[in-house]
């Protein structure tokens, strides 16, 4: 079965684009593969965009030749217009959070800010710093030291120092790893307002789905030195192009199946496709497109229905999921936290969602 086109297709922000990146390349030993190929896309003014993807697949390469930390082989790099790809990292107006933060320890909160404000002097340096700290709310720990702090508050200083000098762009580079669960999730909901109250437009990069779906405006998925899909967190979940990015972004079930227009004909039966499509498909139905009922084995009905039978569940609180065998497939369904049935159970396979083609051809 031949995958769709890999081609990113085309998804322009919605502001006027702040960076501009074309045809971007790098390969760091001959013999292997580039780590990063020909990857372009634009990140518009304020826009908050996402290089989403596996450990390894050149999401923190493509920050760093954004940032100048590295020299593509080819490819252009343009912010606000002008182009920057020979600049060193100091004059490109691109500020960088690193994964660590990688505050000053010595310094204090103050100083680690002012430290990228060389070029201002005396009380305007002054106001700057403190005018940032107001902005990242952190004026009262002015003074103490990054080890005084939590690591959610070093994070703001590192994101403060970041955005002091008034970068056109900020790189993060998964920002919010070190966090555990609960400060990640306040942190992120933060800095995501912080970057939209400056207007600063940033490219954040992470392996983290669902960081990459509620923080970004939109979001490019990479695999393998690739962008494989770009587009808004909606379009590329309910819309995703190719297997990698429909189980890369969720869970989903991949079911083959024959199309006939908006219909194809599958081990579900007969479901209803998203888009119009002829021959042999893969298609992507999530968990959540399919719900399970209880057989109606006693009407004597038995035979036309989708049975299965529960293998696992899994409570989560706010939903509840199952795997079921049907026949020789097994499915994720995604159902309510009071959904009833129990491993053994056997149960009936309801699809009320349409089903996205994510592959043609045998
Ligand atoms: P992770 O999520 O694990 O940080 P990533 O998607 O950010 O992964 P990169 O750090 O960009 O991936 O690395 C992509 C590939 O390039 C990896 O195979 C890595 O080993 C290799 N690589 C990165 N930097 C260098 C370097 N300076 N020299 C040689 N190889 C490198």
Request: with cysteine; hydrophobic share 40%; glycine share 10%.
């Amino acid at each position: 079965m031949k995958t769709q086109s890999t081609q990113p297709p085309v998804s322009n922000p919605v502001a006027p684009p702040i960076l501009r990146v074309q045809g971007l390349c790098k390969r760091f030993h001959p013999g292997f593969p580039p780590v990063v190929q020909e990857v372009s896309f634009e990140v518009g003014q304020g826009e908050i965009f996402a290089l989403l993807g596996p450990s390894g697949c050149g999401k923190t390469t493509t920050l760093r030749l954004v940032a100048g930390f590295e020299q593509a082989d080819s490819g252009q790099i343009w912010l606000d217009g002008q182009e920057i790809s020979q600049r060193p990292p100091e004059e490109r107006g691109i500020g960088f959070v690193f994964q660590d933060y990688a505050l000053f320890p010595h310094l204090s909160v103050f100083e680690n800010v002012a430290f990228g404000l060389r070029h201002l002097r005396g009380k305007a340096r002054q106001e700057r710093v403190l005018e940032v700290l107001g902005l990242v709310g952190l004026t009262v720990f002015k003074d103490r030291k990054p080890g005084e702090l939590s690591g959610g508050q070093q994070q703001r200083v590192a994101l403060a120092r970041a955005i002091a000098p008034g970068p056109k762009l900020v790189l993060l580079d998964e920002p919010f790893s070190s966090l555990d669960a609960a400060l990640r999730q306040s942190t992120r909901d933060e800095v995501r307002s912080l970057l939209k109250q400056s207007g600063i437009g940033a490219i954040l990069v992470t392996h983290d789905q669902e960081e990459a779906l509620s923080v970004a405006d939109r979001l490019a998925v990479m695999r393998a030195g690739q962008l494989e899909q770009t587009g808004t967190p909606e379009e590329v979940y309910h819309h995703p192009r190719t297997p990698f990015v429909a189980q890369f972004l969720g869970r989903t079930n991949l079911i083959p199946g024959e199309a006939r227009g908006l219909e194809a004909d599958t081990p579900l039966g007969r479901i209803v496709l998203a888009e119009e499509a002829q021959g042999a498909v893969l298609l992507s139905l999530r968990p959540e497109g399919l719900s399970l009922a209880a057989p109606l084995g006693h009407l004597g009905l038995s035979g036309k229905q989708l049975e299965g039978t529960v293998l696992a569940r899994e409570f989560k609180g706010h939903d509840m999921t199952y795997r079921i065998q049907l026949g020789t497939r097994e499915l994720t369904v995604q159902e309510s936290p009071e959904s009833p049935f129990h491993p053994g159970d056997r149960v009936r396979v309801l699809v009320h969602a349409k089903a996205v083609v994510v592959g043609r051809g045998r």
